[in-house]
């Protein structure tokens, strides 16, 4: 389904969830998870004046105070050209997630990376992986992930710095991966969608998706999803140097890994937005990589069990 927000979207009032375990049904059921907030602990009034405001400002439901993650949690935003996207995001980000950060910025010529660092002197929760050129998303999460072990982080999420991945659902990636190793915030089950994009690229991500679908059968809806929450200790389980892809077909080869790995992968409902500003790095070498390299995981990827 893919719908553009009307007047009355917006008008909507704002719905109370205790929890956001509560949030999964009524998202998936048809309401925008821009219009929920979530109380986890926080008392209704203070919160509903909050999300109030925030949504007023366009910041979306914004929480009285940034919630807690149970676990410590990393969030990589690979990043090649957004010095207008990278402090607005991290600042929302900051908004609905007490949560670290790793930017991990391709020498963009746009000077990305100095925005980076000078975010990083400031918060000590934000940090910055430096590659020399594009190098592509995959090799960037790559690095990331192993930061992330290194470091001894419980979580770690993937996330676009073009606001295409509302900071609003990030939360609730993270809450709902209390039992499984990976959560995706997908476009492609109930209460999913896409808004905003035009018909050319819709075909593409749908018929990407159809043909890994068929191909892989591996039971996943949204396999090109870039908005992801991981287990730490389910990556470190796998071997991280033997994923081929570098570009999005990187995405679909991380979430068959894990389930041949025989991880649990849940997929929640997104509405994902086409970016705010600056360009799409999706070309056709990227698209041509993934139609070449899905029938090959067949036979590239262990059927190994590492889940306990
Ligand atoms: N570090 C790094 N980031 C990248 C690269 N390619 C894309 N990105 C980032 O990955 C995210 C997704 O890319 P985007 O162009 O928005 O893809 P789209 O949403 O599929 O159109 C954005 O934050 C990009 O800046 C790359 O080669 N290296
Ligand atoms: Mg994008």
């Known amino acids: 389904m893919t719908t553009r927000p009307g007047p009355q979207a917006a008008a909507e009032p704002l719905r109370i969830a205790a929890t ?12 925008d998870s821009n219009r929920i907030v979530v109380l986890q602990g926080q008392d209704e009034v203070t919160a509903r004046a909050a999300a109030e405001q925030g949504s ?3 910041d979306g439901p914004t929480p009285a105070r940034p919630h807690k993650s149970p676990w410590r949690t990393l969030v990589v935003i690979p990043t090649y050209n957004e010095k ?41 929760r934000i940090h910055v992986l430096h590659r020399t050129g594009k190098q592509g998303l995959g090799t960037a999460y790559i690095a990331g ?6 470091r001894a982080y419980e979580r770690v999420c993937e996330m676009d710095a073009d606001f295409s991945h509302a900071p609003w659902d990030l939360p609730r990636l993270v809450f709902a991966s ?11 089950v109930p209460g999913g969608c896409t808004v905003g994009w035009e018909l050319k690229r819709r075909l593409l991500s749908r018929g990407a998706n159809l043909y890994t679908r068929t191909v892989l059968g591996s039971g996943i809806k949204d396999n090109t ?13 796998l071997d991280l140097s033997a994923v081929h892809a570098q570009g999005y077909a990187f995405q679909i080869e991380m979430a068959f890994r894990m389930v041949r790995a025989g991880f649990r992968v849940k997929e929640v409902p997104i509405h994902f937005v086409d970016r705010r500003v600056g360009k799409s790095k999706m070309d056709g070498k990227i698209a041509r990589e993934a139609l070449l390299l899905v029938p090959r995981l067949r036979g590239r990827v262990p059927k190994r069990r590492l889940a306990d």
């Open 84 to 124: 207008d996207n990278l402090e607005p995001i991290v600042r929302a980000i900051h908004k609905y997630l007490d949560t670290d950060i790793l930017v991990v910025d391709d020498g963009s010529p746009d000077g990305t990376g100095n925005i980076a660092d000078r975010l990083a002197a400031a918060d000590k």
């Open 178 to 188: 209390a039992d499984a190793p990976l959560v995706i915030g997908s476009r492609y």
């Open 20 to 31: 956001f375990a509560e949030v999964e049904p009524m998202v998936r059921t048809g309401t």
């Open 225 to 237: 999803a870039g908005f992801r929450c991981f287990h730490t200790a389910a990556l470190a389980k």
């Open 145 to 150: 992930f192993r930061f992330a072990i290194e």
């Open 56 to 58: 007023r400002n366009g």
